[in-house]
């Protein structure tokens, strides 16, 4: 009895059974059984075959790539220890401002180094953030480029010294550091005031400039001074830094020999203190010559003590406007806290030395001993050269 559905279940069924041919009978079982799933299509052997061949490329690559790095590696640490190809001891300049890579070349083209990308690579790996240093440097024979970094990495440079004694005027400094043939650059243009400068002997590598020296010396003659001025006989008849050291460039010049100058001091102290002129010659060799020096072979002639100049303490009382040269230390401290004496006078012995005397008429005497000795000199000497010129008796 139809019930007018269109899509009743018998009508569906009817429609099904005629769409897709006769119906089988299942069990419940096979009718539970879940249907399979179709399986894809199979890859071809061909397409197989280049998958695996590129994936073994790959990995031989690696493996490949992988020994060369090891073999660099090794290679590289091999030749960074051994020794190296250098002959004989060979001094290398690093100039300021130099990278590693040219650095590296230039130890290679000098045959330091058997490869130069070897050392900047390696040396790069060491190094970290550090650096290598400026200056000149002296290469062991065989040395290896391990050693070669490390040294130049210390900055341990070649050390030359210009030695520049007590008793030089500034201009007489400057002299010296000109000639210098290590040193270089200009000196400064301007003269520094007479007794900024240290005596001392300056060490220094290459590349260093002259006018380096300078600053140097002026800030150690600084130092030296107020360390020592700080110190003095709080009695001494001075006043200011200018004429502590102006008197210890007079102490200076009158005697080389040390334990003479805290005595030569305490005579010009006590003048100091009576008022009396100073009368020292090398006062009178500033005012004629000033920084250039006397010429060792001109004598002081009796008219220079007549001279007028600021620095000729036979005619001014006082100190000079200046020092009259760089007194070291040895001077200062002698002036700082000169020898507890009543001596006025001194006059060379004839060995090199001085004699003291505390009055006129003592000192007198002593001229006198010393002139004897001068004339007995002379008169030896003037014998010896006759001797020399008299031709031997056959």
């Excluded at 007018?4 to 041919?21: C, D, I, L, V, W």
């Excluded at 000192?363 to 000199?377: D, F, G, P």
Aim: no cysteine; proline share 7%.
């Amino acid at each position: 009895m139809s019930d007018g559905n269109e899509n009743s279940p018998m009508q569906f069924g009817r429609n099904e059974a005629a769409n897709k041919g006769p119906i089988i009978p299942k069990s419940a079982s096979e009718a539970l059984r879940p249907e399979k799933v179709p399986q894809p299509p199979k890859r071809s052997r061909k397409a197989r075959s280049q998958m695996v061949i590129f994936l073994n490329f790959i990995m031989t690559l690696i493996v490949f790539l992988t020994i060369a790095a090891a073999g660099t590696v090794y290679y590289a640490m091999t030749a960074y220890e051994a020794r190296g190809p250098l002959s004989a001891n060979s001094n290398f300049i690093v100039r300021n401002g130099a990278s590693i890579v040219e650095i590296a070349g230039s130890l290679e083209r000098n045959n330091i180094v058997s490869d130069g990308r070897v050392f900047r690579f390696m040396s790069e790996a060491y190094l970290d953030n550090d650096t290598l240093k400026a200056g000149e440097y002296e290469i062991k024979a065989g040395a290896t480029m391990q050693e070669i970094m490390l040294l130049l990495k210390s900055g341990k440079s070649i050390l030359y010294s210009v030695s520049l004694p007590e008793g030089l005027t500034v201009k007489q400094m400057f002299g010296r550091l000109s000639a210098d043939p290590v040193l270089e650059g200009n000196l400064p243009a301007e003269l520094p005031a007479e007794g900024t400068l240290r005596p001392d002997t300056y060490k220094f590598s290459r590349g260093t400039k002259r006018s380096e020296i300078v600053v140097q010396m002026a800030a150690a003659q600084k130092a030296l001074v107020d360390q020592i001025w700080e110190k003095r006989n709080p009695d001494l008849p001075i006043t200011s830094r200018d004429e502590f050291v102006t008197l210890a460039s007079i102490v200076e010049k009158e005697t080389g020999i040390a334990d003479e100058r805290s005595r030569v001091a305490s005579v010009f102290i006590n003048r100091l203190e009576k008022n009396m002129r100073l009368q020292s010659d090398p006062t009178i060799i500033y005012g004629i010559f000033g920084g250039d020096g006397k010429p060792a072979d001109r004598p002081i002639l009796k008219s220079d003590l007549d001279k007028q100049t600021p620095y000729n303490t036979y005619l001014i009382k006082g100190l000079p406007p200046t020092p009259i040269a760089n007194p070291g230390r040895a001077a200062l401290e002698a002036v700082a806290n000169p020898s507890r004496t009543s001596d006025l006078y001194f006059v060379a012995d004839g060995t090199g030395g001085h004699v003291f005397a505390s009055n006129l008429d003592e000192h007198n005497a002593n001229v006198r001993r010393w002139r004897k000795l001068e004339a007995e000199k002379a008169a030896a000497a003037k014998a010896a050269d006759t001797t020399e010129e008299t031709p031997a008796q056959p």
